[in-house]
């Protein structure tokens, strides 16, 4: 008789490894990115890294395989793309002259971003420095180029020489500089001679291209002429300027001065001989005045009471301005202080003067003693304040005895003379000033 045996086995299919890479996968040349690989196991890229993250700087398909713990396989790749920088370069003048400008010009594709801030492909500079520009492409991709630009400075140009002639003389003039020369007359030396009235201007050229150009004015005379400015006529204590016309080459004054322009202080004959380009020269004269100052005086009464007023009276001739805006010969003041007046004479000469206003107190009056008497007795009386008494009933002292009715006052005089007076009776004292 036959015998049967039965057996079996399970099989498991274990899953394959979750494979993924993640990481930029669009580069700018120059640049670099890292790709990591997410999942459980060993790495193998096909770089031969074994790492689960790669760094890499060039285009091109990168992938990489998985194995699980229990050797099943996935594999995943991803393409890198590099992008070419974009190309950048600047035109345009380096070298300018002081006071001239510049375009500087980026050539590429993309949006700008200046040293200086400007967006634009082309901005205008006027300054030395460097200068740089960075171009950003479509796709994110950066270039920086950059420039130095320099400013030479523009030649110095001054011309000297005589500039007032005598009708027939001649002057030379000379431009004082660096390069070459070329004068309104077409000359092209650094002098001319000139000998006709005018404008004569000269360009300079530096060896760097830069040009300057300055420019005289000759004159010619035809006859010298002389004539003295300034005030002839001024106030005792002050001042004129006399002036002639400057310019010329010399002048020499009565009093020995040497300037176009002297201070005279005196009165008198003042005369001036000046002497032109060519040696032409001539003679002027003028006569100078002085006026003597106002006199200036304040009359009337500086010491008041308080209450009272005081006339105050400027002594001279001509229109007068006191310190409070009165414009009178005489103000009436009843505050103390300094008071001024200025008086003009009609010939617009000024004098001020001025006094001091000083207002004294009044006394203070009071009268103390008994009201109210029985018939045939008396009371005292008695002034307090400082300085002079005298009383209604004609005495003279502090105090007085009375043995009648009525009404009795004082007046107290102090010692700069202000009076108070005040009185007593009918049950009620009375002060008056």
């Known amino acids: 008789m036959a015998q049967e045996s039965t057996c079996q086995a399970t099989v498991l299919v274990n899953p394959l490894p979750l494979c993924s890479i993640t ?3 669009v580069l700018c040349e120059g640049g670099s990115t ?3 690989a997410t999942g459980t196991g060993s790495f193998l890229w096909s770089t031969g890294a074994i790492t689960s993250c790669i760094t890499v700087d060039i285009a091109g398909v990168y992938s ?13 790749q991803v393409t890198v793309l590099v992008n070419p920088l974009p190309i950048c370069s600047i035109t345009g003048g380096l070298v300018l002259c002081e006071g001239g400008s510049t375009e500087l010009c980026a050539t590429g594709t993309g949006s700008f971003l200046w040293s200086n801030g400007a967006t634009t492909s082309c901005i205008t500079v006027n300054t030395a420095g460097i200068y740089s520009v960075t171009i950003t492409s479509p796709d994110g991709c950066e270039s920086t180029c950059q420039v130095t630009v320099i400013v030479n400075p523009l030649p110095i140009c001054s011309i000297t020489g005589g500039l007032i002639l005598c009708e027939g003389a001649s002057t030379e003039l000379c431009a004082t500089g660096t390069g070459s020369f070329l004068w309104s007359t077409g000359a092209t030396t650094s002098c001319i001679t000139v000998s006709t009235a005018g404008i004569y201007s000269v360009t300079i050229t530096s060896a760097a291209g830069c040009i300057s150009t300055c420019q005289v004015e000759v004159i010619v005379n035809s006859a010298p002429v002389c004539v003295i400015t300034g005030g002839l006529v001024f106030c005792e204590g002050g001042s004129t300027e006399l002036c002639v016309p400057a310019g ?3 002048y020499l004054w009565s009093n020995g001065a ?5 201070t005279a202080t005196t009165p008198g004959l003042y005369s001036v001989v000046v002497t032109y380009a060519g040696g032409c020269e001539s003679t002027c004269q003028a006569t ?3 006026n003597p100052l106002p006199l200036c005086s304040i009359t009337g009464g500086l010491v008041l009471c308080e209450g009272g007023s005081t006339e105050l009276c400027a002594t001279g001739t001509g229109s007068f ?4 805006g009165a414009t009178t010969s005489c103000i009436t003041v009843d505050v103390a202080g300094v008071y001024s007046v200025t008086i003009t004479s ?6 001020t003067c001025q006094v001091e206003v000083i207002i004294n107190p009044l006394p203070i009056c009071s009268i103390t003693g008994g009201l109210v008497l029985c018939e045939g007795a008396s009371s005292e009386l008695c002034a307090t304040g400082t300085g002079s008494f005298l009383w209604s009933t004609g005495a003279t002292t502090s105090c007085i005895t009375v043995n009648t009715a009525g009404i009795y006052s004082v007046t107290i005089t102090s010692p700069d003379g202000c009076s108070s007076t005040c009185r007593w009776g009918d049950r009620h004292r009375h002060a008056d000033a």
């Open 64 to 76: 990489v395989t998985i194995t699980s713990p229990d050797g099943c396989e996935s594999t995943c």
């Open 23 to 25: 990481g930029g996968l």
């Open 34 to 36: 890292e790709l990591c």
């Open 248 to 250: 010329a080459v010399g």
């Open 321 to 324: 301005l006191w310190s409070n």
């Open 258 to 262: 040497t300037t176009n322009c002297i």
């Open 346 to 351: 009609p010939d617009g000469c000024e004098s």
């Open 288 to 290: 100078v005045l002085v």
